[in-house]
């Protein structure tokens, strides 16, 4: 099963900021893990709000410590996404974090969100915290969990199943029946892949629901999530490219800008059941 032991958390000054880090701390406790908090200043300006960021860092270090948590910063120049892929592939990282500031229109197109341009590269499970959320428990967490009968969904399953386990948690999975799917489509195939799913979660000791929908993915896992008061959402990503992607858009992107939650995105191609363990480090 998978095991999320290596965090990396990216803060920066925006209020988006400390809600990542709050739900990052929440599951580094709970999953005895390591938490490494990565800053990244603008290329141009290194004494840019120097004094602010410091304050922030110490504050976030002091709260890690303070609950026992393993943790490590680093501060460094240059693009936030580039440094983001570059920190957490070098610690082979099981999980990163960071928070969305639902950039819109103009803003987004011309510069981009981190969160999508750090998905499209991930290979590690991301969770994206939107600034406006709510400060969520993690114990007795309430989590959803969306297949279909694409590749990422085990390993998404297998993620979210993890976190519930070690949050206490509750669990409910979504299968989605694309609309442009009859609903008798490959009924037998779904009917074997919810049932083994469930079977899977009740031996852990979770308690699970499982309900399928038929329509738009997107929409089904908005609706279900909002009606369900979700604490977190998971869900698997293909990985879909160049005219694919423009052309259908990604379930993940398309949840992202919606999402009233915390939303966990689980590439296909991750290691699967892996642990790593680590010493605890020094204060730097």
């Known amino acids: 099963m998978t095991t999320i032991k290596r965090i ?5 000054l925006t ?20 938490l490494y908090i990565v800053h990244a200043m603008p290329a141009n300006e290194r004494s840019w709000r120097a004094t602010e960021r410091l304050a922030l860092l110490t504050d976030l270090q002091d709260r890690a410590e303070r609950d026992g948590v393993s943790v490590r910063v680093v501060e460094q120049q240059g693009d936030p996404a580039d440094l983001i892929v570059q920190h957490a592939n070098a610690i082979k990282a099981d ?5 969305s500031n639902r950039k819109r229109g103009w803003e987004r197109f011309s510069e981009g969100s981190v969160g999508d341009r ?11 915290v939107p600034w406006d959320v709510p400060a969520r428990k993690w114990v007795g967490a309430e989590i959803m969990c969306a297949i279909d009968l694409t590749k990422a ?3 998404a399953f ?25 609903f008798s489509w490959r009924s037998t195939v779904r009917l074997h892949l919810l049932t083994q799913l469930r079977e899977r979660a009740e031996r852990a000791g979770v308690p699970v629901r499982v309900v399928e929908q038929h329509g738009d993915p997107a929409s089904l896992i908005v609706l279900h999530a909002n009606s369900k008061g979700a604490d977190l959402v998971v869900l698997g990503s293909n990985r879909r490219r160049g005219w694919q992607r ?5 379930v993940g992107e398309k949840v992202l800008r919606r999402a009233a939650w915390a939303l966990l995105i689980v590439p296909w191609d991750i290691p699967s059941g892996k642990q790593i363990e680590g010493k605890t480090r020094p204060r730097p």
């Open 153 to 155: 969904s085990r390993p």
């Open 8 to 12: 990396v958390c990216a803060v920066d």
């Open 15 to 34: 209020k988006a900021s400390r809600a990542a880090f709050d739900r990052a701390l929440g599951l580094a406790r709970a999953s005895k893990g390591r």
């Open 95 to 99: 999980l990163v974090v960071l928070g």
């Open 118 to 128: 750090v998905l499209r590269r991930a290979a590690w499970a991301l969770l994206i």
């Open 246 to 250: 423009f052309k259908e858009g990604s």
């Open 158 to 182: 297998d993620t979210a199943l993890s976190i519930a386990r070690t949050s206490a948690g509750k669990l409910y999975v979504l299968q989605c029946v694309p609309a442009t799917k009859s």
